[in-house]
C-alpha cells in the first residue's frame, strides 16, 4: 500500500470535480481511493425573469476557487504542490437546458433542472414517444424553446448538460457520461446511446412545430464509464489553475450527473440495490432486474454510469426548507442571548422530532419551495398546517418537517413497490439530510418501508464519485465491470450502519402521507393565489 505522499509525487491521484445546487465540491483521492484533499465553494442559483439559472461566470469562478482551496488542502497537509493527477473527472447537477451556438457560446441563461414550465412539451412528448418525459429533461426544454418559438432556437447548434459543457471545455471533446444523456433524452439499452426511434420521431415533432434542427446532430455523444473521454488540455488546466502549475495531460473519464455519482458513491450499481441522495433536490435510484410493465408520471428512466436501466423517482424540493427553519431557529438563540452554530442547532433539532407523535402529532409541512410535477404543481409554496386539536410541540413540529421532506419520494417509491412490484434488499443514504445519526435515516426507513444504509464511505458525496469513476478509467483492466472494481478496490473494508423500518413509524408515516395528500388542494390555492 503506498502512502499519500507516494502518491501525490508519483502523480497515482485521482481529482473529482462536482458542482452541487448549493455547492462546487472537489476531491482528491489516492490509489486507495481514501481522500486525500478536498476543496469547496458555496453558491446558489438565482431566479431571474421567472427561470432558476446559474450565470457561467458563476460557473467558472467557482471551479477556479474550489480547485484552489484543494491545491492549498494539498500543500498544508502534505507539503508539497499538486502539479498533476492521474485522473480527473467533472459531474453536476443533471437535466436542463444548455443551449449554444456553433461557437459553442450560450444562446439563453442555463435553465436548470428546477424549471417546471415545459409541461406542453412534456404532455405531447410523453403521449408520442410512450414514455414518460418529465418536465427538467434536456428534451422537454428544447421542445418547449421550439413550440413557444424562442427566437435562438434557429441558430441552435449542439445541447449538452452543465458536467458535458465543463468537460467539453477542459478537454475539447463533446461526450457525455451515459448516465447524464439518459436525462436529456432516453437510452436504448441496447445500443447504449440515444434510442434511435425515439430520436426520428422527436425530430418529425420538432418539423411539424416549424422548427428546423435535428436532435440527433444537436445531442453530445454518448459513452460509459471507464471509456476515453480524452485528456486535459492546456486550456482547461488554465481555465481550473491560472497560476499555471497544474499540468495538461490528465485521463478524464465521462462527465456525469449527481444521480449517476451518488450510485457509485454508495456502490449502489447492482440490481435490487439503490441508493436516496437527499439535498436541495431528493431523488431515489433503483437498479432494475427487468424493465418496468408501462410508463409512469412520477418514475424516470434513466442509466447506471455503466449503463444498467435505473429508476429514478426525483423530487424538485428537498432539504432546502428545513434549512431555512434552522436558520430562523438559530437566530432566535442568538436573539435570546444563546448563540448556537448551524451545525449544533441541526443537531439538537433533529433529535427533537424522535420524540414525536408517530404520524407528526397532526401536522403537515410542505418543503415547495419550486415546482413539484410529482404532485403536478408548477409552483410551490412553503406551508405549514395544523388543526386546532393538535399538539403543536417542536418535537412534532420537527417531525413533520422531516417527513415533509421525504413525503413526495413516498408517492413515487410507491409506484415502484406497489404497482410495478419492484423488490429492493436496501437503499443507500446520503446527503446533509442525514449528518444527524440516527434520525432522518430512521424516518426514511419508515416511509419507503425498506432497510437503510448509511455510512462515512459516501460522506464526501458525488465529488468522491466522480474521483471514483476517474479512477476507473485511468486504471480500468480489459472487460472489468465496474461493480467489480468498486466491489474489490474502493469498498471492500466499508463500514455501515442499517436502519430497519420500525412498525410504528411505518404506520405514523403512512398517516402523515394521507394527511399531506389531502393537503394537496390547500398547495395548490396558495400558489394561485400568492
Known amino acids: 500500500m503506498t502512502t499519500a505522499q507516494e502518491d501525490l509525487e508519483s502523480g497515482r491521484t485521482y481529482l473529482g470535480i462536482e458542482l452541487g445546487s448549493t455547492r462546487i465540491k472537489a476531491v482528491l483521492v489516492g490509489a486507495d481511493a481514501q481522500p486525500l484533499a478536498v476543496g469547496g465553494y458555496g453558491w446558489e442559483n438565482q431566479y431571474v425573469d421567472r427561470m432558476w439559472t446559474y450565470s457561467l461566470e458563476a460557473v467558472w469562478d467557482g471551479i477556479r476557487q474550489c480547485y484552489a ?77 421550439v413550440l413557444d418559438g424562442e427566437e435562438h432556437v434557429g441558430r441552435l447548434a449542439s445541447l449538452t448538460t452543465l458536467a458535458g459543457y465543463v468537460h467539453r471545455r477542459l478537454t475539447g471533446r463533446p461526450v457525455l457520461g451515459v448516465g447524464d444523456a439518459s436525462g436529456m433524452f432516453p437510452i436504448d439499452s441496447a445500443t447504449g446511446t440515444y434510442d434511435a426511434a425515439l430520436l426520428a420521431r422527436t425530430d418529425e415533432l420538432v418539423a411539424e412545430a416549424g422548427a428546423h434542427l435535428s436532435l440527433t446532430a444537436l445531442l453530445p455523444e454518448v459513452l460509459a464509464a471507464g471509456a476515453d473521454a480524452g485528456e486535459l488540455t492546456a486550456g482547461g488546466a488554465a481555465l481550473l489553475d491560472p497560476r499555471g502549475r497544474l499540468q495538461p495531460g490528465a485521463p478524464m473519464c465521462p462527465p456525469e450527473g449527481d444521480a449517476g455519482t451518488g450510485m457509485v458513491a454508495t456502490n449502489s450499481v447492482a440490481p435490487r440495490t439503490g441508493n436516496i441522495s437527499a439535498g436541495t433536490s431528493i431523488f431515489a435510484m ?113 417531525r413533520a418537517q422531516l417527513f415533509g421532506s421525504l413525503a413526495t419520494l413516498r408517492l413515487g417509491m410507491d409506484v415502484l413497490t406497489d404497482v410495478e412490484h419492484v423488490r429492493l434488499d436496501r437503499m443507500f443514504a446520503h446527503g446533509g439530510l442525514f449528518t444527524t445519526k440516527g434520525v432522518a435515516q430512521r424516518f426514511l426507513a419508515a416511509a419507503i418501508d425498506t432497510p437503510v444504509v448509511v455510512g462515512d464511505i459516501a460522506a464526501e458525496g458525488g465529488a468522491w464519485g466522480i474521483a471514483v469513476l476517474a479512477a476507473f478509467r485511468a486504471r480500468r483492466t480489459d472487460g472489468q465491470r465496474l461493480s467489480d472494481f468498486l466491489d474489490a478496490e474502493v469498498f471492500g473494508d466499508a463500514a455501515l450502519e442499517t436502519a430497519e423500518p420500525d412498525p410504528a413509524d411505518v404506520a405514523g408515516f403512512a398517516a402523515y402521507t394521507d394527511r399531506f395528500v389531502a393537503a394537496l388542494p390547500v398547495q395548490r390555492a396558495a400558489v394561485e393565489h400568492t
Not at 409541461?119 to 410512450?130: D, K
Request: glycine letters at 12%; charged letters at 20%.
Open 286 to 398: 433503483v437498479v432494475l432486474e427487468r424493465p418496468l410493465t408501462g410508463a409512469h408520471r412520477e418514475l424516470d428512466l434513466v442509466m447506471t454510469p455503466d449503463g444498467a436501466p435505473v429508476a429514478m423517482v426525483h423530487c424538485n424540493n428537498g432539504a432546502s426548507e428545513l434549512d431555512a427553519w434552522v436558520g430562523l431557529f438559530c437566530e432566535f438563540a442568538a436573539a435570546a442571548g444563546a448563540p448556537v452554530e448551524r451545525s449544533q442547532a441541526f443537531g439538537t433539532l433533529f433529535r427533537a422530532a424522535l420524540d414525536g407523535e408517530p404520524d407528526g402529532g397532526g401536522l403537515v409541512a410542505f418543503n415547495y419551495l419550486s415546482g413539484e410535477p410529482i404532485t403536478e404543481l408548477e409552483e410551490g409554496r412553503p406551508l405549514v398546517l395544523r388543526s386546532p386539536g393538535c399538539t403543536f410541540s417542536l418535537a412534532n413540529f420537527m
Open 69 to 145: 482551496a484543494l491545491a492549498a488542502d494539498v500543500t498544508d497537509r502534505y507539503g508539497v504542490e499538486l502539479t498533476t493527477v492521474g485522473g480527473l473527472g467533472v459531474s453536476a447537477m443533471m437535466h436542463g437546458y444548455l443551449a449554444l451556438d456553433a461557437d459553442g457560446e450560450l444562446l439563453v441563461p442555463f435553465r436548470t433542472w428546477r424549471n417546471t414550465h415545459t409541461g406542453p412539451a412534456v404532455e405531447r412528448l410523453s403521449e408520442e414517444l410512450g414514455v414518460n418525459i418529465p418536465h427538467r429533461w434536456s428534451v422537454a426544454h428544447v421542445f418547449q424553446a
